[in-house]
């Protein structure tokens, strides 16, 4: 039968980076592409004596019965206080939602507030599921330029006063795809400029934990004195990706709404995943776990930025970012080197990266390459890099 | 700030029996509202097992890092086996993707076919999440006469005629709320009458295994020889709820289409927990699970039936249904009782039930209740039961 499709499916296939993935089975192939954490940082030991432990305590049934939208009750009052580490103060489990992974509270922000048309500011590049989600809401992305300091305050007020917006989505820390951090000036200049135009932030931070230099920054959450900022927290880089647990932090109004919107698609999120996400942030568990991490990070960059300056073209320039997963890589337009056209080359190469494309509200950006450095071995790192050099130099 | 929320969220409060939970924290009130399965029922202890067993494993890493959007491949497969036994055949895991639950799979067909304005045709009672889910794509539900037996086919085939739905929604095994089941006369008639005006059967089967009397039947995308039958799974009432494990079955175009959905939503759902739900179905363990849960469900539906016939008046009606968690009553209209405006009372006399309301797709059934039977003991139930008795006698 011919499917009659609704219309925001029209013309989406799928993200980019997950059909990527289904390329890489060869392990041969030292892939820069996808976003994982190291498979060796898993706490898998950790994990497991936190499900015997939970699944063992005379509550365990509650973990495995239905549960409330908003979330388990212990974890929602714990990352009300948790979140004060970024300078978010005097909340309460109302202002929390427990989401199935942070990608789902962006899901239903826009679900909340987006109708066909509406504009959503992003930064040029930006995390492409925000994207992409964009398009199942018919929204209308706009890209915002961005400098080496990150996002152009300029042109993000233009673009506000030409589109006007409904959100600004922005990662302001080791941003995907470009690793770049704002710093607390823009953060609160963010705050106050979308405040004043009745813009919603949408701060998706799921790589705040994972710094290797530097000194941490208040989220652009912790400014907020209107009400329009919505924080987003995920487990998904410091314990698993796959237990799909994160959280919005929002004013109670907004989160009454998203948790409408939650009821609606998948009920509640897993009651067992929440209590072991509760687990790790009752005491310093989660702190010793990302300590035991960061080192490992932190020397995978650094190889990876060593091994990008000494094999690649100097036609080849890159980001230094102080945290997060991602390097991002741009060949000067004057050498015409697209990353796109050379993508199937590469991977016959052995060597795989997400081109630039799939994070710009416009498509362009053939010139870009995004680097993942987390989930390689340091050999295997420069390897890569080195089978990078060839093919682009 | 004064919030500018999308038009899908206008009007749309939440889920009535959600809402409801919270008036019932009071453990003297007996609670016939709700859907849960029996929390004595849940495999506490395999759960454990399984748990361990699966963290156990040199495989363990796999489960708490990132995986395909599409479904743990083991589950998958075993799936498009397992469905065997509702006489749906010749699948692969091309047809099948996994869902947080499955209400995603309600969700996530709304959102690749229902554009604002379709039509989706429903039971006339259904399961309220159809429709409160309908309200979030802007989608017309318009409800198809049921009597004794079930959806009438007559006003089907009429209401398909004038309303040109995208969707037909059923639950054909144990309604909810009924606890009606449809013939394999009527599944086939089903199938087929869809098949020919280009309408897709969005049949959800969470009730299946729960049979007390009666023998087996096909399920309607047992008969689908279009490929317009979207067939419905889920743990959530034969392990447990809060896993937010389920599955869908269809044609592997519309498969591909959801799947790119759910990409945008919760990315893939948590793969300890796909894992776990393997491990029930790889032999004969959910089957154990459930022959051990049916007598105590059969023994707590014949209790309430006994009392139902024993302490209501006689303007009172009840389905007697051969498996789920649900009995259907109605008060004859004659009698004027509205169970709407009893509620209230009801609950300060210490007995709660579903208000026939919020399955109507018009809103009628205030002398309707939906109670449930399956979450409380027998004791309770008949003490509830005289409770209800007394305030409708």
Known sequence: ?????????????????REIFKLLDNPEVVSFAGGMPATDCLPVARFRQMCDRLLSSPDAPVLLQYGATEGYLPLRRRLAEFVGRCGIHGISEDNVLVVTGGQQGIDLTYKIFINPGDAVLVED???????HIAKTYQ??????????????LEDLEAKIKAEHPKIFYIVPNFSNPTGKTLSAEKRKAIAELCAAHGVMVLEDDPYRELRYSGEPLPAIKSFDKAGNCIYLFSFSKTISPAMRVGAVVAEPEVIRKLTVGKQATDVHTATLLQAVAYEF?????????????????????????????????????????????????????????????????????????????DFFADGRGDNCVRLNFSNETAERIVLGCERLGKLFG
């Open 1 to 17: 039968m011919e499917y009659r499709f609704s219309d925001r499916m029209q013309g989406i296939s799928g993200n980019a980076i």
């Open 125 to 131: 590049p930006t995390y492409l599921a925000a994207l």
């Open 139 to 152: 929204a209308r992305a706009i890209g915002v330029r961005s400098g080496e300091e990150g996002i152009e």
């Open 281 to 357: 942030i009752k005491d310093d568990t989660l702190d010793q776990q990302i300590a035991r991490s960061v080192p490992l990070y932190r020397e995978k960059r650094d190889v990876m930025l060593e091994a990008l300056d000494r094999c690649m073209p100097a036609s080849f320039t890159h980001t230094r970012p102080e945290g997060g997963l991602f390097i991002w890589g741009e060949f000067d337009p004057a050498s015409k080197i697209s990353a796109k056209a050379k993508f199937r080359e590469a991977v016959e190469n052995k060597v795989a990266y997400v081109c630039g494309n």
